[in-house]
C-alpha cells in the first residue's frame, strides 16, 4: 500500500517561495509517475505539476508556469515542489499523488489520478 507524506506548507508573504516535499513509502517509488494537484477553499482539486518516472520530464499547469518547479529525487523517495513568486491566488491545500501515468499536457491530468497523501496547507499573504 503506498503511504504519502507531505511537509513544507506554511504561511508566506506575496512574492515569497516554499518548498513541498513528498515521501513515498510502501512500494518502489520509481515505478510511479508523480504530481501535485492543489484545492482551494470552495474549488475543485486542480492539477498544478507532474514529473515523469526518471525526472527528466515534468508537465506544469499554466498558472504556475515561470515560478514552480517540480523535481524528484529516487534515492530518496522523494518529489518536490519548488514554488516562488507566490501569489494570494496560490493559497490552497496541496496534495501529492502517485500514478501509473505521466502526462506531457497539464489538461490530461484527471482528478482522480492516483494514490493521495493527506495535504498541506499554503496560505500566502497579500
Known amino acids: 500500500q503506498v503511504q504519502l507524506i507531505e511537509s513544507g506548507g506554511g504561511v508566506v508573504q506575496a512574492g515569497g517561495s516554499l518548498r513541498l516535499s513528498c515521501t513515498l513509502s510502501g512500494r518502489s517509488f520509481s515505478n510511479y509517475a508523480m504530481a501535485w494537484y492543489r484545492q482551494a ?7 498544478v505539476a507532474g514529473v515523469g ?12 508556469k ?4 517540480i523535481s524528484r529525487d529516487n534515492r530518496k523517495n522523494t518529489v518536490y515542489l519548488q514554488m516562488n ?7 490552497a491545500v496541496y496534495y501529492c499523488a502517485a500514478g501509473n501515468s505521466f502526462y506531457t499536457s497539464s489538461t ?5 489520478y ?7 496547507q499554503v496560505t500566502v499573504s497579500s
Open 41 to 47: 477553499l470552495g474549488q475543485e482539486r486542480e492539477f
Open 53 to 64: 518516472f526518471t525526472g527528466r520530464a515534468t508537465t506544469l499547469a499554466d498558472p504556475v
Open 66 to 69: 515561470g515560478r514552480f518547479t
Open 85 to 91: 513568486s507566490l501569489k494570494p491566488e496560490d493559497t
Open 108 to 112: 490530461d491530468y484527471p482528478p482522480d
Open 114 to 120: 492516483g494514490s493521495w497523501g493527506q495535504g498541506t
